[in-house]
Each structure stands twice: as structure tokens, then as C-alpha cells.
């Protein structure tokens, strides 16, 4: 038998696909799915061939595969089925895993952050942290991160980009001790990213971006991938000064790839630095409003 990438083997897998299916049918009732009702079912749920029929797959087929015989479904059949049975975005990313296809469950793209995510920033203060999705786009943060080298604020929205600002903004470039480090840690790390997630639509453009910078192709083409760095990292603000940090990143919504990546101070001048720009924030002296932004 073969392995699949979460451990479980195709055995497994194919049987665990056909009773997810066979939950997801019975649940549902004719009058949901626009068919007509019929007399009175002995039980509850579609029949397998009205879940054909709205899938647009063959009859035998779908019951083969609700009963975890060794059947192939594509991305595209299983795209059907998941609109057939009229499947959240949740249940959709577990018939994907299921399925075979690990970076369709993940959902790329959908950067709205839970509302305990923004709580969790805020009661990170004044932690400097941001929320990163698969290609890098900071999606969420606080004021500290905002001012961590010098004022995200003054960039477009758009390009608010980890990698894209390592490669094109001089202040970042000056404010990493470990420069040329960090810009290739930075590419393996996309990298693994981009392996994972590469049916993202908005990559081609990303990369566009990249490959027209200054030492990132060299960096690409190496092929080096990195998933999570370790190790302190110095970065000067131009508020504060010289700050030593120990990054730590989480998954905060595993299904929208969104990445929390919280800045520790490595030492007692690091916090202390870190609380006086926490203080020049709260007390008005730089930036203003909400701590958490998104």
C-alpha cells in the first residue's frame, strides 16, 4: 500500500473519503438540492444516484468511491461533489485532504483574520507581531511591528509584502545587522511556501515582481528551502535603536495559511527598548490608533 503525505495510507484514506462523502449525503434532503421529493423515503438523505446526477459523475462510479474502493477522483470531480453536497469552506478543505490534495484543503488567498487572532495580538503588547499569509502579504499587525524598523504606514497596502520589502526598500535593507542572511532566508522560506501552495493565482505576479530585484533570482534558483528559522535576528529602528529579537511563528488559521509571527525581545535591552516604543506609541508620539490593525 502506498503512504500518503499525513501518514495515513490509501487504504485509509479511500475509507475515510467514502464515509465523509456518505455523512455529507445523508444530511441532506431533496428539497435542499432542488429535487423533488418523491415519496416517502425508508432513510433520510439523497440517494447515491441523485448525488450522481448533480455531481455529473457516473452512477457506479460515486458508489465505488463512497465505498472506498481503489477509484481516482480529480480536482475537478471532487470539486463537483463538494458543490453537489453543498459543503463549507471547512468540510470542502477536509474532502481536498482526503482526496490527495493537501494544498487545495489549505484555501489560499483568504486573508480575513479571526477575531481571537486580533485578540491574541493584543494581548501580545508590545511584542511586535505580525500575520503573514503564504505569499508573504502581512495581513494583520501591531503598532510595535509597524515600527520595528521604521513606518510600514508610509507603503501602499499592496505592498506590504515580507520578501517583496526585503528586496526593494532601503530601510530594510539597512535595518537587518545580518543583511544578506536574512534576504536568503527570507527566499528559502518562500520557497517552501511556494511549493505548498503553488495553485495560489496570485504567485505569477509575486514572482514577476521578484525576479526583476536585485539578487533574488541567484537566491531562487539555488532551490534551497527553509521552513522555519531559528536563532536571534538584530534590527534597528530608527525610534529606538539596535533591537535583538528570537522570531517565533505559529500557525494562526491553518486553513487560510496564515502564518503569526511574534518578535521576542532576546534580552533585557531589547524589552527595554521595546517598552519605550511601546510608550512612544500609546502616548501619542508616534502613530496613534488602533494597536492591532488589519
Request: charged fraction near 30%; charge should be negative; glycine fraction near 8%.
Amino acid at each position: 500500500m502506498g503512504r500518503m503525505d499525513d501518514g495515513r495510507t490509501d487504504d485509509q484514506r479511500s475509507t475515510e473519503l467514502g464515509r465523509f462523502l456518505r455523512s455529507r449525503r445523508d444530511r441532506l434532503t431533496p428539497a435542499e438540492v432542488d429535487l423533488p421529493g418523491g415519496p416517502r423515503r425508508r432513510v433520510p438523505g439523497l440517494r447515491r444516484e441523485e448525488v450522481a446526477v448533480l455531481a455529473n459523475v457516473g452512477t457506479t462510479w460515486y458508489t465505488w468511491l463512497e465505498q472506498g474502493r481503489d477509484v481516482h477522483a480529480s480536482e475537478q470531480v471532487l470539486g463537483s461533489l463538494a458543490d453537489a453536497l453543498l459543503l463549507n469552506a471547512d468540510e470542502r478543505a477536509h474532502l481536498f485532504q482526503l482526496g490527495g490534495y493537501p494544498d487545495r484543503a489549505l484555501t489560499p488567498g483568504l486573508n480575513e483574520v479571526d477575531e481571537r487572532v486580533h485578540t491574541l495580538i493584543d494581548n501580545l503588547w508590545p511584542t511586535p507581531v505580525v500575520v503573514t499569509d503564504n505569499l508573504t502579504y502581512a495581513v494583520a499587525w501591531n503598532q510595535t511591528w509597524r515600527f520595528m524598523i521604521d513606518d510600514t504606514d508610509r507603503l501602499p497596502r499592496e505592498s506590504l509584502n515580507c520578501t517583496l520589502l526585503t528586496f526593494t526598500e532601503p530601510g530594510w535593507r539597512e535595518g537587518y545587522r545580518e543583511f544578506e542572511r536574512h534576504r536568503a532566508v527570507s527566499v528559502a522560506k518562500l520557497r517552501a511556501s511556494y511549493s505548498e501552495t503553488m495553485n495560489d493565482p496570485r504567485w505569477p505576479a509575486l514572482l514577476d515582481r521578484l525576479h526583476g530585484c536585485d539578487g533574488f533570482t541567484e537566491l531562487w534558483e539555488s532551490g534551497d528551502v527553509l521552513r522555519e528559522a531559528t536563532g536571534t535576528k538584530t534590527i534597528r529602528s530608527v525610534h529606538v535603536g539596535e533591537v535583538t529579537y528570537r522570531a517565533l511563528s505559529l500557525v494562526a488559521q491553518e486553513h487560510r495559511r496564515l502564518k503569526l509571527t511574534v518578535f521576542q525581545p532576546a534580552d533585557d535591552d531589547a524589552r527595554r527598548k521595546l517598552g519605550e516604543l511601546g510608550s512612544l506609541i500609546t502616548t501619542g508620539r508616534l502613530g496613534g490608533g488602533l494597536r492591532v490593525v488589519s
